[in-house]
């Protein structure tokens, strides 16, 4: 059973008709079709507000990789910028991407989440996280987690130098990939553990990643969660769905559809 988190709120913007939900970019260096289809996204998408939940980066080993020059970190931020002038930008830290700070929230102009958060939007609440923290049966990472969440385990990361760090992070990486290649197959999200959140924020919805099994799943009498893709533009057929919020509901659109 997992602790019920203290949930944070935020309250739609009078004007917002339309917010879309996206997660586990794992935007990276090489991988520029994933980065131009995001970045095309943002130029494009008619809504009002765009919440990022989680793994927006393939891996993020601090905000000083932000003044390296040239750096990748920096290209995103950028984009972030451009975006943020013309609809509001939110995002929630994933398990790659964790570290994010105030100088990356500053330089994107992008208002970082609480995991998780109720959005009150329309008359309704929807609970939004990465979903990572309802993953209690896979428990080597929930050790890992509650290590790396602690402020004297991340103050230790940072102060290696950004070179070390960049090797730690390809290293976790490679041993990742190396699981997923042998077949493992990683734990859901908890039913029971989803179930008392939703109460507890007195939300019907839990919309959330990390999982890379997108869909939908009734979990209770009126309680439902839904499962945001992975993206990888450069997959046949390209992975990179959206779900699109109106007064309406939910709506899950394919890139073709954006």
Known sequence: ??????CAQLIAAP???????????????????????WQRYLAQTPADAVFLLGDLFEVWVGDDALDEPGSFEAECCAVLHAA?????????????????????????????LNDPTVLDFAGQRWLLSHGDALCLDDLPYQRF????????????FLAQPLAVRRAQARDI???SEARKDAGEVYADVDTAAACTWLRSAQAHTLIHGHTHR?????LAE???RCVLSDWDAAAQPPRADILRLTASGLQRLAPDGW
Do not use: C, I, K
């Not at 059973?1 to 203290?6: L, N």
């Open 173 to 175: 990486r490679n041993q």
């Open 84 to 112: 943020a002038q013309h609809r509001a930008l939110f995002v929630l830290p994933g398990n790659r991407d964790f570290l994010l700070g105030d100088a990356f929230l500053q330089r994107s102009s992008v208002t970082g």
């Open 15 to 37: 004007h917002w008709r339309t917010v879309d939900f996206l997660s586990d970019l794992h935007l990276q260096a090489s991988d520029r079709t994933t980065f131009g289809a």
């Open 214 to 218: 997108p869909g939908e799943h009734m």
């Open 222 to 224: 009126g309680l439902m």
């Open 145 to 156: 987690r509650a290590v790396a969440r602690s402020a004297a385990w991340q103050q230790q």
């Open 1 to 6: 059973m997992t602790t019920v988190p203290r």
